[in-house]
């Protein structure tokens, strides 16, 4: 007999369980409630970690398709928007080295390769600024839009930086009311299995038993289900990122008036780095290092000495980080999204747009019973292992090109024998052809452009060797495509609203809906 596929119920609350609720329902939603339903089961007594304050562009159109508005999320969720990350000190540990990874393509990404161009010409202009406007909006503390700008449209591309602890109430909200899911507040005493070991049930203790025919593990880093249940193992990856601890805190600004940087500050240290986000109402900030390299209290030392007189009495949460994921991460009919699944240090606010990415497969691939299965969890777990892969190499890409040795950490970082043998291998190749998207780049399930890796080599000071007479039939168009880039920057530099005008326009106002 065929086992239908028509009862999910994720296990679990916060961004992962909600954000996959919504998923899932809004791609079903003409099934619901008729033969098909999406049960969300969380604890009433389990806070939420709320680490994830950073997104990606990716957040606007799984936000757009769920039907949640943008301005809503502006007003209920302390959101800004992001445009980028600037890493400072990271190359050489200097006052004036920075450089930014935007959220914009190159100029004329899809005509040509501009690398070896820039290369080749090296005006005096950071890549960055010779081949995309958005370091230069954000150093101007601009908003990527304009108030008459529709919901989920920009000037530049853009993502958000968000309150995590009012974002997972804010999507439960819209899940409930406007999607059908179901909610049900218990704790999960016991979880039954099958003869054939699938699950069949968890066991709470306020509402009973909860049968599914697929279960979604989103209890966080215990992995009730995948991980304690049925024994999915965990792979460490801390031979590779070494920060395993973070001391977050949050940071009043001094005025209400105090600008909104639109991208994410990541400032290097001694043993790892700081991570500034601005939101409306306050810094979000943290320190991430690694303990065998700095004990906790020399780490609070660095973080309060960054932050001087606005940190000085500040409550510091510690938070530790087991750099890793499990070994598969859909067995039998139980697959994990977001920390159940794994997780890294948020140097690139990779953790959300995991839950998305995952989340959506799950939707868009929704086994039709149970005899397929394993067949589609076949398929999300490669799918999911070469995404965790490619994360951990461009997360490790940041260290591995480090100038600094003032410290074991930064010198640790550079030893080949921490570097991913695909990672060395690119950086080899990287030496005499610059990554540009038709190279290693083009899966579809590529979770970081070949204009992330660019942005990210040579702002670190990377060179590539370049064959003048290779590049000199292009040489007219890279001045063209150029000069576009720089017309477009002063455009946007004197078009586009300061960062906060906009938001406090969006709350009062709204935008125009879609």
Known sequence: MVTRTRNIVIVGGGTAGWLTAGIIAARHRSRIPHDFTVTLVESPNVPII??????????RSTLKKIGVSETDLFRECDASFKQGALFAKWATGAEDDAYYHPLMLPQGFAQLNLVPHWLKGDRGKSFCDAVCAQGKICDDGLAPKAITTPEYEGAANYAYHLD????????????CEKLGVRH???????????????IRSIVTEQAGEIDGDLFVDCTGFRSLLLGETLGVPFKECGDVLFCDTALAVQVPYESEASPIPSQTISTAQSAGWIWDIGLPTRRGTGHVFSSRHISDDEAERE?????GAAGRDLPVRKIKIRSGHRETFWKRNCVAVGLAAGFMEPLESSAIVLIELS?????????????VMDVIAARFNATTQYRWGRIIDFLKLHYALTKRTDSQFWRDNVL????????RELLLLWKYQSPWFHDEFDRIDEV??????????????????VEPQAIAGEARLAERVMRENAVQTDRLRTGLPRHRDLIRKIVDHGLQPV
């Open 448 to 465: 970081f452009p070949a204009a992330s890796y660019q942005y990210v080599l040579y702002g670190m000071g990377f060179r590539t060797e």
């Open 303 to 307: 973080l309060r000495a960054y932050l």
């Open 184 to 198: 049900i507040l218990a704790d999960v005493r016991n979880v039954t299995l099958a003869e054939t070991g699938d």
């Open 50 to 59: 709320g680490v994830g304050e950073g997104t990606w562009p990716t957040l």
């Open 359 to 371: 989340a959506k497969m799950i939707a868009e691939q929704m086994p039709a019973c149970r005899e």
């Open 164 to 175: 995590a602890g009012k974002f997972a109430p804010f999507l439960q909200r819209h899940c």
């Open 416 to 423: 080949p024998e921490t570097i991913p043998e695909r990672l």
